[in-house]
């Protein structure tokens, strides 16, 4: 049987205070970020950001205990998952390849080469393609496989998403099933479906999957949850973590929260749908300043579901995916990462100043770290790149 290397792509994120600035770091000297006319500037205006933003985005790490446990989580999950794959009979590794942080996607390149791995699977840990997520790890992969003659040579089957396979939907609707079981009265709880927002040009121009797999895999999930509990419960599905001025997808987080507020519902379910590990956006966002917003709004009940992390049942369907993957078909980066012709995610015949329609793909991404006051002022034009002429 081949050796198989099974990498798991994800974000990353500082695992300690004085990582925060590094992270920022990594994140900005990324071209495909901030484009500049001169790449000359590119490292320096990187140290710039990173320098201002760290201050603000420490304080945020703080308040979950001083870093991300993203690291912490995928690792586990794994070390969890090749042991389920090995269990099967497969002669399975497992290997985490972070956008950002360590351990970056060389990292897991270089040890899936020195581990003589004879066939690789992708998984994403992102159930719902976005391209800022997936399709970013994709291609970030994907430059790496074009450099490397002998990593290029590996058979590579991807996984581009899973938010409708059955292991999937039924580890959420387990985790989800117990939080309103909890509730006084089981049958009337609200269940409030939160995944990360991108902005509406993602969907409408850019012809991004995501908002039709996020809204597919809720309405699964529910009918999952009205045949396990018997009954079928009312739901909302909103858009959290949006920055900037542009319009990011509706209905936003805060606004749906106050809205549940004022017609009266006491009892919520909080599902982070589109995370399957804790992280600043669950731990920070949702459990602090969303749960702040719904009691202000008179919601007495906030019961958060835990993300699914190494939950058994979460565990034993990303093995069923690989071994699925391994049965098919060769898959490689391009298929995976593809989107529609029109698409132009690297437009080349022309430079703009600060942020063209290249480096705006990857406004998801920052996102993703809880930039947005930063975003406020670079976006406005009233923030220090303005005033330094970059702008």
């Known amino acids: 049987m081949a050796k198989v290397g099974v990498l798991l792509l994800n974000l990353g994120g500082p695992e300690r205070i004085q990582d925060v600035g590094p992270f920022l770091y990594n994140l900005f000297s990324d071209p495909e ?22 201050g603000k985005s420490q304080e945020a790490y703080r308040s979950i205990g001083g870093g991300s446990p993203l690291r912490r989580i995928t690792e586990q999950q794994a070390r969890e998952l090749q042991s389920e794959l090995r269990t099967r009979g497969i002669e399975a590794t497992s290997y985490v390849a972070m956008r950002y942080w360590h351990p970056f996607t060389e990292s897991a390149v270089a040890d899936i080469k020195a581990d003589g791995v004879e066939e690789v699977v992708v998984l994403p840990l992102y159930p719902h393609f976005s391209i800022s997520t997936s399709g970013s790890s994709f291609r970030e992969l994907q ?64 012809g991004d999957p995501y908002q039709k797999e996020i809204e597919a895999c809720a309405q699964l999930i529910m009918e999952r949850l009205d045949s396990d509990l018997g009954f079928a419960n009312p739901f909302t599905l909103a858009y959290q973590s949006r920055v900037g001025p ?24 909080v599902v982070p749908i589109s995370f399957v590990s804790e992280h600043i956006e669950t731990l920070e966002e949702i459990d602090i300043e969303y749960r702040e917003i719904a009691t202000e709004a008179g919601i007495i009940n906030f019961r958060r579901v835990p993300a699914l992390d190494t939950t058994p049942a979460f565990i034993n369907g990303l093995a069923d995916l690989v071994q699925q993957a391994m049965a098919g078909p060769e898959v490689n980066l391009d298929q995976a990462a593809e989107l529609p012709s029109k698409v132009k995610l690297y437009p080349q015949d022309k430079w703009a100043w600060g942020w063209n329609n290249s480096s705006e793909v990857w406004n998801g991404r920052l996102a993703m770290v809880g930039f947005s006051a930063f975003l406020l002022e670079l976006l406005s034009g009233k923030g220090p790149l303005h005033a330094l002429g970059l702008l």
């Open 143 to 206: 430059r790496l496989r074009q450099a490397d003659s002998c990593f290029s040579r590996l058979p590579i089957r991807c996984i581009r998403s899973y938010y409708d396979d059955p292991g999937y939907v039924g580890a959420m609707a387990g985790l989800i099933a117990r939080e309103i079981q909890a509730c006084p009265e089981p049958s009337k709880a609200h269940v409030f479906f939160s995944a990360h927002g991108v902005p509406k040009s993602y969907v409408e121009e850019a």
């Open 246 to 269: 542009v319009e990011w997808l509706r209905p936003y987080t805060d606004d749906a929260l106050q809205d549940l507020g004022a017609a009266g519902i006491k009892d919520l379910v």
């Open 33 to 54: 970020i901030i484009r500049l006319p001169n790449p000359a500037l590119q490292k320096p205006l990187a140290w710039l950001i990173s320098t201002l933003r760290a």
